[in-house]
Structures are given as structure tokens and as C-alpha cells.
């Protein structure tokens, strides 16, 4: 960190800040430089964060003077434009507090993955050797190919994964020859290996359906999509009250209700009338305490926007809008004729999206620099002056490949979205999505209640 740092922001989260730091530059030199050998020609940053500014000038520092960064130019990577874009989780607090209906982040809210691993052990009727399971796209076909499937999609896979399980089982069972005790004991690892994935997926899928009924989850997941996409006070209001008062909704839940109807309507006076009911909910104190904590960190004089020009459009965060670059730009225009559209497009698209209408601000950012329209106003540029390159891109130019590093965290909803956008633009723009960690609502949480 620069000497010119010397605030009481640095002082407070010096150590946090060097992890970041580190770990950037960890994942410029490992995944990028090294296999792509070639640097950043553009670094970008959030203009409304600290940290994000003092990391791009810090990495932008150590790609100047370290020479490992430095490599000769080549055909291969002519013309190739990377863009560095760092920005920090305080502009977007919506993302990680919503409930998921992909199969990853599912699985992350509801059940946790460390280190690729998930723990079973409490779950009713689970046998002993599925206490403690993998879910590595490297090593297990059907989470590659599923990670991104939504809920219900995700059971019709597991269910032809099952039957297909079956068929491999009743075809083993005729063994009337030695040549059929030789194939099938060829065969025996493989479905020795099949039987744990089966096991494995069902068990996981049968868990989250039992979670998602527990916990009300398809009614509490539709109220907060509607908290995140859409501006109807008094109805929100009044069903707000109505689930802080239910004994349905657990406290957990609860608590990310309050959280997300506070970031939304902070300006109504009615922050202390939603902590009482909450209280009242039994919502404990040091839980409620919390939105005071996410406002400070994340509230409209804290965050930041997308960068866009303050017109309704396509992409954005929260409602799909790439709107202004002030804190209300998580939530979109709150004109007339945005709310008609929204109304329009959930009329036409029917229940099933009910579940599934937020979109991170990351996906208007992105957008955004794909038109070559992301403002300096918002996200300034350091350009590399002392950088062996050869190239230079301008702020309005559209790279051919972005690395997006969050501080603060990213989430799997954000990774299925970069993964949908580039199957999308095999040809186009090519986005990596890294971070300081991979964030479900009782992470982000627990680093909230630290700051």
C-alpha cells in the first residue's frame, strides 16, 4: 500500500487489504500472464471505493516494476485487448443476501462448499459414507454439466442420472457366461464409481427439496426478488411485517428480509420501525444491529453504481436496468415507465421467473464495457506508462477478454451469469470472475458484523 494510503480506512483494514492485494496479483501471474503471457493494457476500478482505487494502483505498481510481468509480443496475442476491472462487493450487498435456485449456489446457501466440499451428516436418513461429499466439475460429469442448472431442472437430470443408474444395474445382473464376469468385473469401478454419484446427487437434491420446504423458501424467495427488482412500498411493507411476525419464516430469513428491505427503502424513516418488528420476530439483537452495520458499509451515500448514463436499459443490477451511477443505480430507474416494463415483462414471462428476476450489477457493469460505454465518472482508468507492452487501449475501446476481481467477495449466482454470458458470446468478449472469496448469505454476514 502507497504511502499516500494513510488513513484511517488503511489503518483499519490494512491486513484484509494485503490479502486482496496478494491474492490478485496471484491470479494475474498464475491464470493469466503466465498462460496467456501477456498484461492487463487497461486497469479500471470503482470510483466509490478506497480499496478498490489503492488495488489497482498497487497492482498496477507491481506490473511495473516486476519483471516477470513483462513478455515479448507475438502474433498470437495482436490486437488481444485485457481489461482488468476491480471492483468491490460494498456496491452490490443485494447479490449475496438472496436466496438461489441454481444448483451450485443452492447448494453453497443452503449447505455450504468448502473447498469443494459439502456436509451431510445433519441431514435426516443420511447413510455414513455420504456425511462429507465432493462436488469438483473436474472429477463428477453430472456437476459439470449441472452446476448451473436451475432447481427444477436439476431434478429431471437427477432423475435420468437415477434411471439411467437402474438400466446400468439390471443389465450387470445376467452374468451367464465367463466372458459377462470378465466385462462386468472390467466395468466394476465405473459403476462402482456411477452408484456414489448417483447416491451422492440424490442425497444432495433430497436435502435441498426438505431444506426448501422446511424453510418456506419459494415463499420467502419470491418476497425478496420483489424487494430486489421492484418499487411497491406499501405492499412490501405490509407483507414485510406479515413475515417478521410469521412462525414460518425462520430467524436467518428474516433477517436477510429486513436486511434487503433496508438497503431498498432506507430513506423512508422506517429503519427503526422494521428493527422492533424484527425484535418482535424473534430476531436477536445483535442480528438486528446488523442493519445498522450493512447501511454504514453499503448504504446510498456508501456505494456505487454500474456505470451507466441514467437511461432505462437492459443488463443491470436488481431490476435490469444499467441506470445512474449513484447508489440507486443497484436498484434501477424508479421512473414510471421502467415499473410498466417490469410489470409487462413478469406478466409475460410467467411464475416460473418469478424466482429468477434479479440480476447482479456485475452483468450491467459488463455489459457496459462491452458497448464500449462504461464512464470514467464511475470506474476511472490507470493507464500502464511504464509497461513494456507495446499497445495501448483506450477507456471506450471493447476488449476481447475482462478479469472482474471483487473485493469484498463474489457469489455463484455472479459465476452462473459470466458463465451463461460467455456460452452466449463464444465469439465475443470473454470474462473471468475471481475474488477474495466466494460469498453465501452467512459468509457475507459474518464479515459484515467484523467491519
Not at 429503519?271 to 453499503?298: S, T
Amino acid at each position: 500500500m502507497t504511502t499516500s494510503a494513510g488513513t484511517t480506512w488503511a489503518r483499519d483494514h490494512l491486513p484484509l487489504y494485503q490479502r486482496n492485494r496478494d491474492g490478485l496479483n496471484s491470479i494475474l501471474l498464475a491464470l493469466i500472464l503466465l498462460a496467456l503471457k501477456r498484461q492487463p493494457s487497461l486497469i479500471r476500478f470503482s470510483k466509490s471505493s478506497i480499496a478498490a482505487k489503492q488495488l489497482a494502483l498497487d497492482v498496477h505498481e507491481s506490473i511495473s516494476q516486476d519483471d516477470i510481468f513483462h513478455f515479448p509480443q507475438n502474433r498470437r496475442n495482436n490486437g488481444k485487448n485485457l481489461l482488468l476491472l476491480i471492483l468491490d462487493r460494498k456496491d452490490d450487498p443485494i447479490t449475496p443476501l438472496l436466496s438461489q435456485w441454481t444448483y451450485q449456489a443452492m447448494v453453497h446457501e443452503l449447505l455450504g462448499i468448502n473447498n469443494h466440499r459439502v456436509i451431510l451428516r445433519d441431514a435426516p436418513g443420511i447413510s455414513r459414507d455420504l456425511h462429507e461429499v465432493v462436488l469438483n466439475a473436474a472429477q463428477d460429469d453430472f456437476f459439470e454439466q449441472n452446476q448451473h442448472s436451475n432447481f427444477g431442472e436439476l431434478g429431471e437430470a437427477v432423475k435420468i442420472l437415477l434411471e439411467d443408474y437402474q438400466r446400468h444395474q439390471n443389465t450387470s445382473q445376467n452374468l451367464n457366461s465367463i466372458e459377462d464376469m470378465q466385462n462386468f468385473m472390467e466395468k466394476f469401478p465405473e459403476i462402482k464409481a456411477k452408484s456414489h454419484t448417483v447416491s451422492k446427487h440424490v442425497a444432495i437434491m433430497g436435502e435441498l427439496a426438505r431444506l426448501v420446504d422446511v424453510c418456506a423458501l419459494m415463499d420467502v424467495s419470491q418476497f425478496e426478488q420483489e424487494l430486489a427488482c421492484q418499487e411497491d412500498h406499501n405492499t412490501q411493507w405490509r407483507e414485510l411485517v406479515e413475515k417478521l411476525q410469521s412462525v414460518k419464516i425462520k430467524i436467518p430469513d428474516k433477517l436477510r428480509l429486513g436486511l434487503l428491505y433496508a438497503l431498498r427503502y432506507e430513506n423512508t424513516g422506517n429503519i427503526p420501525k422494521i428493527k422492533e418488528y424484527m425484535r418482535q420476530g424473534g430476531v436477536p439483537d445483535d442480528m438486528v444491529l446488523l442493519l445498522d452495520i450493512l447501511l454504514r458499509y453499503a448504504g446510498t451515500k456508501a456505494r456505487g453504481g454500474g456505470g451507466g448514463n441514467g437511461r432505462a436499459g437492459n443488463g443491470g443490477a436488481g431490476s435490469g436496468s444499467d441506470t445512474s451511477s449513484g447508489g440507486q443505480d443497484l436498484f434501477g430507474n424508479r421512473d414510471v415507465f421502467t415499473k410498466i416494463t417490469k410489470n409487462f415483462m413478469t406478466s409475460v414471462q410467467g411464475v416460473a421467473n418469478v424466482y429468477s428476476q434479479h440480476v447482479p450489477l456485475l452483468m450491467g457493469t459488463i455489459n457496459l464495457i462491452t458497448k464500449g460505454k462504461l464512464r470514467e465518472s464511475t470506474h476511472p482508468t490507470i493507464v500502464k506508462s511504464n509497461m513494456n507492452l507495446g499497445m495501448s487501449m483506450s477507456s471506450s475501446a471493447v476488449p476481447q477478454e475482462i478479469i472482474v476481481f471483487v473485493l469484498g467477495g463474489v457469489t455463484y449466482e455472479e459465476a452462473t451469469k459470466v458463465h451463461d454470458f460467455n456460452q452466449t458470446n463464444k465469439d465475443g468478449v470473454k470474462v473471468i470472475l475471481s475474488g477474495s472469496t466466494i460469498h453465501n448469505s452467512t459468509s457475507f454476514l459474518e464479515e459484515l458484523r467484523e467491519l
